[in-house]
């Protein structure tokens, strides 16, 4: 599927009905390079990444998930995002850009995975010290997020009422006067469809 930019973004959600059905290598490749292209500062590249796609990677990961992300256990790969605050700027007013690179990252991997017609669900429920474990992450790296990514799926099982009723109709965003200001903070955006 060719999509433009618009389109992953518009498409882009975070589902969490996820076949079994291992990836490709040639798939788990893109993700990493979109990844691997993302804009930090200086240059920097904070993330630091963990593709668990085999069955014994992933049994010991899977069991730290919160109960409330029981979805993911279905899924073929997980991507463990770290970073440390040394590994990038840290600046005056407390601008630790760490956390913002890897977002930046993840971001444009979620796109990329939107694009190839995949789910790449970024998830923080999690026991992150039971994870990092599992990996082998160093204790001074913070394991950010976990990325859960797999083909759809058709098995709702998993899922809670209310995880049902997300899959299809995205959660609503705040209204866009409340979140983005015009010239000054605090002059709402004016927004017209
Ligand atoms: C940092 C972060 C943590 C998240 N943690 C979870 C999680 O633990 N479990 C889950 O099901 N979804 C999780 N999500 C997904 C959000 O709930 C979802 O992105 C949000 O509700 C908006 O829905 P949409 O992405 O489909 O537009 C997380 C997303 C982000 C960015």
């Known amino acids: 599927m060719v999509m433009d930019v618009q389109d992953a973004v518009e498409t882009r959600r975070a589902r969490r009905v996820i076949s ?8 788990v490749q893109r993700l990493i390079h979109s990844m691997r292209l993302a804009p930090s500062c200086f ?3 904070p993330w630091r990444a963990v593709v668990v796609d085999d069955p014994g990677s992933l049994e010991p990961l899977r069991a730290c998930l919160s109960k409330g992300n029981a979805w993911a256990t279905q899924a073929p790969c997980i991507i463990a995002v770290c970073s440390r605050a040394e590994d990038d700027c840290q600046l005056s007013d407390n601008r630790v ?7 930046l990252a993840v971001g444009q991997m979620l796109l990329a995975a939107t694009e190839m017609g995949l789910i790449a669900h970024p998830i923080a429920g999690y026991d992150p010290l039971a994870a990092k474990d599992a990996l082998g992450v160093p204790a001074d790296m913070t394991l950010i997020t976990l990325v859960i990514v797999g083909h759809p799926g058709d098995d709702l099982s998993l899922l809670s009422e209310k995880q049902r009723a997300d ?5 609503e965003r705040r209204p866009v006067g409340e979140v983005f200001s015009h010239g000054r903070w605090g002059v709402p955006w004016n927004h017209v469809e």
Not at 20 to 27: A, I, Y
Not at 97 to 103: E, I
Not at 167 to 171: A, I, M, Y
């Open 43 to 45: 240059n920097n590249q």
């Open 167 to 171: 899959e299809s109709v995205r959660p």
């Open 20 to 27: 079994d059905r291992p990836l490709e290598k040639g798939e």
């Open 97 to 103: 850009y760490h956390q913002f690179g890897c977002g």
